[in-house]
C-alpha cells in the first residue's frame, strides 16, 4: 500500500524558530517521488522540492532544507530561523510507478508562526 | 493566463443542486486529476483520466462524476449537493512520467448549504 503521514497536525512557533516537519511513507516501488507543497493562506499551492527514490542527498535551499533517508522512510522538511510568511499548511506528497503515478499527499501540517 | 484553470473560484449552492465545477489546462497533459481537500485530510482523489477514454474512480468517487471533454477539459460534477460535499476542490494534470509533480489549479472553494 502506499501511504504518506504526517503525524504533527498542528504546530506553533515564534519567528527565528527553526521547525522541523516530519513525513513519512510507505511503498514497495524501488522507483518513486517525494514532493513537498505549501499552501499558503490564499489557498493555492505552491511546490517546494522533489527528490527521487535513487537520491538521498539533503538538499538546502535559503532557510529550507531537507533530510531524505530511505531506512526509516523519511522526508522531513526543516525551516530555518522561521518567518511569520512560512505560516502554511504543508504537504508531504508520495509519486511511486506501482501507484500509477497518482499523488498521494499526507494529512498535512499547519504551521503557525508568531511575531 | 494560468496554466490549469479552475471555474468558479468560489461558489455556494444549495442542498439538491447540481453543481459542475469546470477545469481547462494548457499544459498539454494527458492526464488530469480532481481532489478534494478536507481540514486534517490532506487531498484525496475524486476522480483521474489519463486521456480522454480513459476515466477512473479515486479513493472517493461516490457521489461525484466527471467528464473529459476533451484532451484539455475535465470537468467534476456533484449531481445532488449535500453539505459534507462543502470543501476545497483541486484540478491538476501531469504527463506520464514520475520525475514531475503535478501542476495544480488555484482550486474552487465549494459551500453546499
Known amino acids: 500500500a502506499q501511504k504518506v503521514t504526517q503525524a504533527q497536525t498542528e504546530i506553533s512557533v515564534v519567528e527565528k524558530e527553526d521547525v522541523t516537519l516530519d513525513c513519512v511513507y510507505e511503498?514497495?516501488?524501488?522507483?518513486?517521488?517525494l514532493f513537498w507543497y505549501k499552501q499558503p493562506p490564499s489557498g493555492e499551492l505552491v511546490f517546494l522540492i522533489r527528490?527521487?527514490?535513487?537520491?538521498?542527498q539533503n538538499e538546502i535551499s535559503g532557510r529550507y532544507s531537507w533530510n531524505f533517508q530511505k531506512s526509516t522512510s523519511s522526508f522531513n522538511f526543516t525551516i530555518t530561523a522561521s518567518q511569520v510568511v512560512d505560516s502554511a499548511v504543508y504537504f508531504c506528497?508520495?509519486?511511486?510507478?506501482?501507484?500509477?503515478?497518482?499523488?498521494?499527499f499526507g494529512q498535512g501540517t499547519t504551521l503557525q508562526v508568531k511575531p | 493566463d494560468a496554466d490549469v484553470t479552475q471555474t468558479p473560484r468560489n461558489r455556494i449552492t444549495k442542498t439538491g443542486k447540481r453543481i459542475m465545477l469546470e477545469c481547462s489546462q494548457t499544459k498539454g497533459h494527458d492526464r488530469m486529476y480532481w481532489y478534494r481537500q478536507d481540514p486534517g485530510l490532506g487531498l484525496r482523489l475524486i476522480y483521474y483520466?489519463?486521456?480522454?477514454?480513459?476515466?477512473n474512480k479515486g479513493e472517493i468517487s461516490d457521489g461525484y462524476s466527471v467528464s473529459r471533454q476533451a484532451q484539455a477539459k475535465f470537468s467534476l460534477s456533484l449531481e445532488s449537493a449535500i453539505p459534507n460535499q462543502t470543501a476545497l476542490y483541486f484540478c491538476?494534470?501531469?504527463?506520464?512520467?514520475?520525475?514531475?509533480?503535478?501542476?495544480f489549479g488555484s482550486g474552487t472553494r465549494l459551500t453546499v448549504v
Open positions: 483520466s489519463f486521456d480522454v477514454k480513459d476515466i
Open positions: 506528497a508520495l509519486r511511486s510507478l506501482r501507484n500509477t503515478g497518482k499523488l498521494i
Open positions: 491538476a494534470t501531469s504527463d506520464r512520467g514520475l520525475v514531475y509533480g503535478y501542476t
Open positions: 511503498t514497495r516501488d524501488t522507483t518513486y517521488y
Open positions: 527528490r527521487n527514490s535513487f537520491d538521498e
